[in-house]
């Protein structure tokens, strides 16, 4: 599986935005996909994950409520709607596939990653 990020930017805090991740391979459909999100000078941390069939979802708790994850297997791309975006919330953001993760919200457990796009909140 091949990832594809794109969608961040530049917003004011409150504002949104919509995070796409644009897969390849027939592997797709039955993999879990996330997303993690590194800050600057910090530690890459988990943001979201979808199973694969987009029936169980799971968030962390900073953006529980704010953000929703998604995915459409026929257009094989996942997605990030993000929603009253505050400034802890800039990151490089991460879309990730896995075929059997165990710890779903460890980076360590997928083995496909995307190239990162850059998500800034300013205050």
């Known amino acids: 599986v091949q990832l594809q990020a794109f969608g961040g930017g530049l917003v004011q805090a409150g504002g949104f935005l919509r995070l796409s991740c644009a897969a390849s391979?027939?592997?797709?459909?039955?993999?879990?996909m996330a997303w993690f999100r590194q800050p600057p000078g910090k530690e890459r941390e988990f943001v979201a994950t979808?199973?694969?069939?987009?029936?169980?979802?799971y968030y962390a708790d900073s953006v529980k409520g704010r953000f929703t994850i998604s995915r459409d297997n026929a257009k094989t791309t996942m997605y990030l709607q993000m929603n009253s975006l505050e400034p802890e919330d800039t990151a490089v953001y991460y879309c990730?596939?896995?075929?059997?993760?165990?710890?779903?919200?460890?980076?360590?457990?997928?083995?496909?990653w995307g190239q990162g796009t850059q998500v800034t909140v300013s205050s």
């Open positions: 990730a596939a896995g075929a059997s993760v165990v710890v779903i919200n460890k980076p360590q457990g997928y083995a496909y």
């Open positions: 391979g027939r592997a797709f459909s039955g993999s879990r």
């Open positions: 979808i199973n694969w069939n987009g029936n169980a979802v």
